[in-house]
């Protein structure tokens, strides 16, 4: 079945470091992989998507997310985070399973500090 | 893109009782979702309604608890029938973006039953 795991709950990073949210994914043929952004009382915002060619996708924002097969992995990056990118991050893996439909990680909070 | 409203914004209801939830897209769109968000976690898919059909739901979910309207190709409706206060959630309306896969999500109904 198709799964997406986001192994950390919540993240802190200072404003101006690197950030790197963990994605691994479980699904039998070439993935549709999204990152999605919900920003405190907002609605779900998309970073970013693969679906083939280029490994390395570039986002909104300064995001991008790195596609490795091997590894069954879609970390999200940025090389330095600005106060509001404070949100909870979703990863998703598109399947089609009678139909095509979203299924979401668990979701990584991420604080940033001053 | 898609930009998406959905109406009540936020609603407070006593137990026994039911909320319809409205969904409204600015362009025709084939698919829409709704999922379920409770609090502190990811979201949750109820059901796919596509227009001129029966929706098709989750496991865990069932049309005389959630049943769907889908009228027309720009509008949709949920209700939460029979509240009870495990069915405090913010609910979420989405549709897919053509053939890209990618969602556009509205702002979500937080729904607090007491």
């Known amino acids: 079945a198709q799964s997406v795991t986001q192994p950390d709950i919540h993240i802190t990073v200072s404003e101006g470091a690197s950030l790197e949210l963990r994605c691994n994914y479980s699904y039998g043929a070439t993935p549709y992989l999204f990152w999605y952004v919900q920003s405190p009382g907002q609605g779900l915002q998309l970073l970013l998507k693969?679906?083939?060619?280029?490994?390395l996708v570039q986002g909104i924002k300064g995001f991008e997310a790195e596609f490795k097969r091997s590894q069954s992995s879609f970390n999200l990056r940025k090389p330095s985070v600005h106060w509001s990118d404070a949100a909870e991050y979703f990863c998703?893996?598109?399947?089609?399973?009678?139909?095509?439909?979203?299924?979401f990680g668990a979701g990584t909070r991420l604080f940033v500090k001053a | 893109s898609a930009v998406i409203s959905q109406k009540p914004s936020r609603d407070i209801c006593q137990r026994g009782t039911s909320l319809t939830i409205q969904c409204q897209v600015d362009s025709q769109v084939t698919m829409m979702f709704w999922y379920r968000q409770q609090p502190g976690q990811s979201l949750t898919l109820i059901a796919t309604a596509n227009q001129g059909s029966e929706a098709t739901y989750e496991s865990g979910f069932v049309i005389d608890k959630f049943p769907i309207s889908r009228p027309n190709l720009t509008f949709s409706t949920l209700t939460v029938s029979n509240m009870s206060p495990e069915d405090s959630s913010i609910y979420l309306c989405s549709v897919e973006a053509g053939r890209s896969y990618e969602q556009y999500f509205g702002p979500g109904t937080r729904l607090t039953v007491t």
């Open positions: 693969y679906f083939s060619g280029d490994t």
């Open positions: 998703a893996v598109g399947a089609h399973t009678g139909g095509f439909k979203t299924i």
